[in-house]
């Protein structure tokens, strides 16, 4: 089975913090994707990548930066921190293969900004 | 805007009775996608159509695509009230071959069924 893992569950930072998201798969695929999840607005993209040190921006992108060093590690960084990106964050993974639309997702990161 | 609207928001109904959501898109697609997503967890893929079909099963699930109206439905038959969770219908764009495979997501349906 896919697994993807994202290092927290739940977070609490302060405002104007650097905050890091991190997310591994395990299934080598070459897609990886990060959303945002808020009540009523469902799940929006914030930025995606389709290979080691490729990324592009998805439909909100502001106030965020990823980094993908390793093909299996995908990180979202939150430059400085702000109240507004209280939010669920989910990673998720798909592969260039026959089923390259399936994407697999981790469990999430309730982050909070205090 | 979003991809896909889904309908209803909310859906409440008992054990054993079926479930039919809604989902409405708005450009033309290459596949739509229904996805499942327990309280507070990540989503779970649960069936794939593609444009060229019109209808899928897969175990409980039977999902129709109408191009023509640019719609879809999931219906869970006999459902259970394990089946209780919020579902995403997700369109990939008919981009060739450059989308990469990313998925625009609906508001989702919030289905409760009791025991």
């Known amino acids: 089975d896919v697994k993807v893992t994202q290092s927290s569950r739940y977070l609490v930072k302060r405002t104007g913090e650097k905050v890091f998201l991190e997310c591994v798969q395990d299934?080598?695929?070459?897609?990886m994707f990060w959303y945002r999840q808020d009540p009523g607005l469902g799940l929006r993209l914030i930025y995606f990548?389709?290979?080691?040190?490729?990324?592009e921006k998805g439909d909100i992108p502001e106030g965020y930066s990823v980094s993908r060093e390793k093909k299996e590690r995908f990180s979202l960084i939150l430059e400085s921190a702000s109240t507004n990106q209280t939010s669920m964050y989910l990673c998720a993974s798909s592969s260039w293969g026959p089923a390259k639309n399936i994407q697999y997702f981790g469990a999430g990161t309730r982050l909070s900004v205090l | 805007s979003q991809q896909g609207e889904e309908d209803p928001q909310a859906l409440s109904i008992q054990e054993g009775e079926n479930a039919t959501m809604n989902c409405s898109y708005k450009?033309?697609?290459?596949?739509l996608q229904w996805y499942r997503q327990n309280s507070g967890r990540g989503l779970v893929h649960l069936i794939l159509i593609r444009s060229n079909e019109r209808e899928k099963h897969s175990g409980r699930l039977r999902v129709t695509l109408d191009t023509s109206k640019k719609s879809s439905s999931l219906l869970i038959t006999a459902s259970r009230a394990a089946d209780t969770a919020s579902y995403f219908c997700a369109t990939v764009l008919n981009a060739g071959g450059t989308s990469y495979g990313k998925l625009t997501f609906g508001q989702g349906t919030i289905l409760t069924v009791h025991p």
């Open positions: 299934m080598d695929h070459e897609n």
């Open positions: 990548s389709y290979d080691v040190k490729m990324k």
């Open positions: 450009t033309s697609i290459n596949n």
